[in-house]
């Protein structure tokens, strides 16, 4: 009867355990602030935040990363799209997005009408990541001084399910 219990009591709090971990690391909750991200994110869409890939590998060439610039505690999280990293040569050339002087066409960032920092070549520092909204037109990202190269200890994580609402619910790419 006793080792019954035990077994059971021990299941519980594996169960437990595993739940409180898969929150963790892959429940948090962020809400999209503003349409830098449109099409892909909406303003007040809800994702998930997966914060323990970073901590397996680093972030790769178009993920959705959430971050606080310049790790400000009092400043709400931004969602961008990684474009640039450790080593690279970001440019915008007549409203493209220019990589080691290649074109990026297969990311889904629009025409950018103002370059910012990005009118003349930036080299990605290692350990950081250059990002830029989908929209780039609404969005402070990289381009910006305020905002600039994003380190990787200010990365929270990688965005990667929207929750709500319901019509956008879905996983991200």
Do not use: C
């Amino acid at each position: 009867m006793v080792g019954g219990i035990l077994v059971w009591a021990l299941q519980i709090a594996v169960v437990l355990v595993l739940a409180f971990l898969l929150v963790y690391y892959g429940g948090e909750q962020i809400r999209n602030v503003g349409n830098s991200m449109s099409p892909t994110l909406a303003d007040g869409d809800v994702v998930l935040v997966n914060r323990l890939i970073y901590k397996l590998r680093s972030p790769q060439m178009g993920d959705l990363v959430v971050f606080k610039p310049n790790g400000n505690e009092n400043s709400h999280f931004y969602i961008k799209r990684v474009v640039g990293t450790p080593g690279d040569t970001v440019q915008i050339i007549e409203g493209f997005l220019y990589v080691n002087e290649e074109l990026v066409t297969d990311l889904p960032v629009s025409r950018v009408s103002s370059p910012g920092m990005a009118q003349e070549p930036v080299t990605v520092e290692e350990g950081s990541y250059f990002v830029i909204g989908d929209n780039p037109d609404s969005s402070e990202d990289s381009r910006h001084a305020d905002v600039g190269n994003v380190r990787l200890e200010d990365i929270e994580g990688q965005a990667w399910y929207i929750l709500s609402p319901s019509e956008h619910r879905g996983k991200l790419d």
